[in-house]
């Protein structure tokens, strides 16, 4: 009795300290890791303090000491440590893992030899990896690269499909961005935001989908897949060499299957209609948890369109829409100065879609996202201006409009705020 009361005492206290509890021991869960805390960091905290006072700056501040636990509510975007590390790597998974994130994305392109890898882009290596700086990998580019000069900015276009999977996984990860001046590859190679850093651009390791897989299974808590299929650029036109995007789709959910992976764990994503009916209908149970990627609203005259076709996606079999978060909050109330459901998000919601949402901390500080015309927050640029209104976004996006999880390039945030709030993500737990 006394030793059992000894080691809670030890385990309260160790909790207390990390504000964290240890994460439910899975069954895949390899021995060693039973004392696996997550672990949020300063963020959440600074984007707290930062909010206006009231009863959600209250309810947040009162979570100051966790518990923080897995949840899948979180999803990693490109890893979930993206804000800071090379994404799409190890490196940017494991901080989204260590972040809490329940669910970890690998965006899957293929290689010349048909391998899946992890890419945000299937053409994206000559501004997300050191590919230039391999002079024999570099020769094969789709575009080699070209200096700047008076007239024309730096130049280059590096494809996954220009490289065999086994070149590929000797590329180094590295934060995304160019230096449109530069005359020298090497120069080509800076150019990450401010708002990022440099600080982990230390040849982080690319992945492969298979290697991924195995990346996720090995982390302590119950974690899950979120794969998506890309949709190759106009410069590798399909079929590439025989390769079908269907042969494709169905090679990225057989790799899931070969590794044993229940469907119950894998949310397929993908902006093509064709692969998500595809899925639906040969991989039916993995299709029921197809995630319809919608960027179809951009153009502002296209918006009205996107709205009113989402009852028939839901009729058609699609059970989760995934727009960008802009497209779900407005700007509403008697001084049209409150952040509201959008006619998009209430549309869904009446069809009985499911929706999830992209991509949190993506954009830097929030005083800057109307100088910079950023993306995320365009619907509602006129009214935000300080960083603690991140959290007043994410209220609305997840008491308002009840989006089943949301993805961050920095997954603490999310993370935070799903466990204040008593956040179940989907899953079977
Ligand atoms: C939030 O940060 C902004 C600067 O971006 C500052 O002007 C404002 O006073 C801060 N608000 C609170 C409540 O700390
Ligand atoms: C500048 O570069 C462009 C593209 O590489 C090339 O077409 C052009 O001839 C170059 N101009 C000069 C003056 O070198
Ligand atoms: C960009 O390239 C130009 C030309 O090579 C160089 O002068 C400049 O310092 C580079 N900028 C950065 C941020 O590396
Ligand atoms: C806007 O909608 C029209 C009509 O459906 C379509 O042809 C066009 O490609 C769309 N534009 C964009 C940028 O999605
Ligand atoms: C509220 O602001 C939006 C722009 O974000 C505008 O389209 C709308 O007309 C405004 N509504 C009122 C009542 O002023």
Known sequence: MRATTGSLAMMALAADIAGAVPVHKPRWQHPAQDDYYISLGPRPYYLIQNMTDGPLKQKLESCYNGPFEVTTWSIGHRGGGTLQFPEESVESTMAGARMGAGILECDVSFTSDLGLVCRHSLCDLHTTTDILLRPELAAKCTVPFTPANETADANALCCTSDITEAEYTTLCSKMDGFNASATTPEDYQHGTPSFRTDLYNTCAQVMTLESYIDLVESLPGYRNFTPELKTPPSQVPMPFHGYTQAQYARDMLDTFIRKGISHERVWPQSFNPADIYLWLNEYPAWGAQAVFLDEDGDVASNFSTAVARLPALKASGVNIISPPYNYLLDRGGPDNNTIVPSI???????????????????????????????????????????????????????????VKAMFSDWSATVTYYANCMGLKGPGHY
Do not use: N
């Open 344 to 402: 998009y998000a209430t549309t869904a919601m009446a069809a009985g879609l499911d929706i999830i949402a992209w991509s949190f901390e993506r954009s830097g500080p929030l005083d800057q996202v109307r100088a910079d015309a950023d993306y995320y927050w365009s619907s509602i640029a006129d009214i935000i201006s300080y960083d603690g209104q991140e959290y007043e976004a994410l209220d609305v996006l997840a008491r308002q409009i009840g």
